[in-house]
């Protein structure tokens, strides 16, 4: 791979202050640091300079790191722009990493949402084969159905439809490109209706489900974006509908959201720095509607 062009002025690295505390590796949390800052950039990228600046590093300092991370390909150049993009490596330590991780940092946030709404919370994250709940913490006095590990069909429930508001029109598509099962009267089978319902998902930033899986399971789903503004999970707190009736989902909601966004916080913290759904909307125009 290409190694990034120097910069014309020789600038010098500042002299270290002295060890780092915890005995962590200052060249190393600099690099993070860029790293962050150009995934935080995404998709347009950013210049060295601009990335110098947002880390606190001169410039000569933060070109020899992003060569570096260049070369392993954890970050890619564009030779016409010199922007700065997250590289190949990053998305194959994403793809490969298990869900354990995931799982051991958002549990707690899951206990937190099922105290406060006193409801089954869940996590779910898209496989293969669709959906996928891998935790979930139910209340200790309330007998419910356990999903855990349970596959659901996408469009029927309400972590599916989060799931698909936030993804490209074309990995929309294509996730709904077979015959959509009716699984009650409620639930969406007609796809104008549903990339209708979809774009008032990304409005709100949470997802309802009136008991389109099950009759008389209602629940709200939100969903946890990476830096990309992709989703990674998706929360989802449910019940029987005489206990999550419609007037609860805007409470409901908004603790889903919440509860999303401390994972996202967790797992990826540039993430944070991201503009919010409403910002970004663009990525749902295109669909059918």
């Not at 949390?29 to 860029?34: G, P, Q, S, Y």
């Not at 159905?145 to 929309?172: D, F, M, N, T």
């Not at 990304?202 to 997802?207: A, F, H, I, K, L």
Request: hydrophobic share 45%; proline share 7%.
């Amino acid at each position: 791979m290409a190694a990034a062009h120097a910069p014309d002025e020789q600038e010098q690295a500042p002299p270290a202050s002295g060890p780092p505390a915890g005995g962590r590796v200052q060249s190393l949390e600099r690099a993070i640091a860029l790293l962050n800052a150009v995934a935080a950039s995404a998709p347009k990228g950013r210049p060295v300079a601009e990335l110098a600046v947002e880390c606190g590093l001169n410039r000569a300092t933060a070109w020899r790191l992003l060569a570096t991370l260049e070369h392993h390909a954890m970050v890619e150049r564009d030779p016409l722009t010199n922007r700065y993009t997250i590289g190949s490596a990053v998305t194959t330590m994403a793809a490969t990493a298990g869900v354990e991780g995931l799982i051991r940092r958002a549990h707690p946030v899951l206990e937190r949402l099922c105290r406060q709404s006193g409801e089954t919370a869940n996590l779910a994250v898209a496989q293969r084969l669709g959906l996928t709940y891998v935790d979930e913490v139910t209340p200790p006095v309330v007998l419910t159905a356990r999903w855990l590990g349970r596959q659901v069909p996408i469009h029927a429930s309400s972590a599916g439809k989060a799931l698909l508001a936030w993804l490209p029109a074309e990995e929309v598509e294509a996730m709904l490109s077979g015959p959509l099962a009716e699984f009650t009267e409620t639930t969406r089978t007609d796809r104008e209706t549903l990339h209708g319902e979809l774009a008032g998902i990304r409005t709100q930033g949470y997802s309802v489900s009136l008991g389109e899986l099950e009759e008389q399971l209602y629940g709200v789903a939100a969903p946890v974006l990476d830096a990309w503004q992709r989703p990674v999970a998706v929360v989802s707190v449910w019940g029987p509908k005489d206990r999550v009736p419609e007037s609860r989902f805007a409470e409901l909601g908004t603790q889903a959201r919440r509860a999303a966004e401390d994972i996202r916080d967790l797992i990826a913290p540039a993430a944070a720095s991201v503009p919010a759904p409403e910002a970004t909307a663009d990525r749902g125009r295109g669909r059918t509607a």
